[in-house]
Structures are given as structure tokens and as C-alpha cells.
């Protein structure tokens, strides 16, 4: 779809319609199993789900789970870099399965790229429903890239550039 104004490809109504159908198994994106739970890691962020954090649809917002993305993987990146880092991308983000009031939301990082100024960061969060079930569903991935920034806003080298394991 072409959003600029005066070019927009049929009716919103329509352009809905099409993203109601979407979902990750339509598109060919793989579904991880609850075994590929990150077990023996430590997440970076956990929380709990609360009523005032739900949309329309009785679910967890969508914009709170990017929020806790966006801060795992800032704490991420500061084992890169000691100073200010601001988010300039959020690439690849999959909300795979809706987040529930009351479950326990766990953010896992990884380090894919560290370049001169900036961070690649995998985000994968993990939801287990109603407190210590077993029932761990992957729900959410991103891929946030982080960049090093000095007082006015303006790139700088990382101070701590660690290779990824």
C-alpha cells in the first residue's frame, strides 16, 4: 500500500480488513516451541502484566511491550558503551500471541553486531501465564539497533565495543 497523501490504495475499511488477516503462521513465519525457552538465561527485564496496561481488546497494549523492548535493549547495549545511546531503529518486530493481565512478561537479549557507534540488539519476549505456570509462549521478537550519541545528539565510537559470544 502506498500511504503518501493522495495516493492511498483503497478504503481504510478495506486496508483493515487486510491486516485483520494477517497473522505470523499466515505469513510463513515460523512458530518457536515453549522448549526453546531460553532455560539457564537470565532475562534481562521481567514483569507483571496489570489492568491499567490493557487496549481495547482486553489485552496488553502492543506500545507497552515496544516500551520494555526499547529499555532491554538499552540495557543491553550499555555493556558496549558506558554513555547515552538512543534507539534509531526497531526492525523486525513480531507480536506473535496476545499478553494476558497477570502473566509474567520476560525480555531476553542477545548482542548480534557491535559496529563503531552503534548496537545490534535480538529481543525475544516470553510470557508465562498467571504466575510460575510452565506454560512459557514466545510472543513477542524484535531486533532494536542502538547508536552511541554525545550531548548534542551527534554519533560517537562506543566506548566498551565488545565482540558478541
Known sequence: MDWQAGERSGTLAAQRGALADYSPHSQGIPM?????FPAGKCPTIRV?????????????????ILSHIDLAA???????HE??????AMDE???RE??????VVSFFTETLKVGRS????????WSES????????????????????????????????????
Not at 518457536?32 to 526453546?36: E, P, Q, R
Not at 554513555?83 to 534509531?88: D, E, F, P, S, W
Open 32 to 36: 518457536t516451541k515453549s522448549s526453546d
Open 48 to 64: 507483571v502484566m496489570m489492568p491499567k496496561d490493557t487496549n481495547a481488546a482486553g489485552t496488553i497494549f502492543g506500545g507497552l
Open 74 to 80: 538499552a540495557v543491553e547495549s550499555h555493556q558496549h
Open 83 to 88: 554513555g547515552k545511546l538512543v534507539t534509531v
Open 93 to 95: 518486530i513480531i507480536f
Open 98 to 103: 496476545p499478553v494476558h493481565v497477570g502473566d
Open 118 to 125: 552503534s548496537v545490534r540488539v535480538d529481543v525475544q519476549v
Open 130 to 165: 498467571r504466575f510460575g505456570s510452565v506454560d512459557r509462549r514466545l510472543v513477542t521478537e524484535a531486533v532494536v539497533t542502538m547508536v552511541a550519541v554525545d550531548d548534542s545528539g551527534k554519533s560517537i565510537p562506543l566506548t566498551n565495543p565488545r565482540v558478541p559470544v
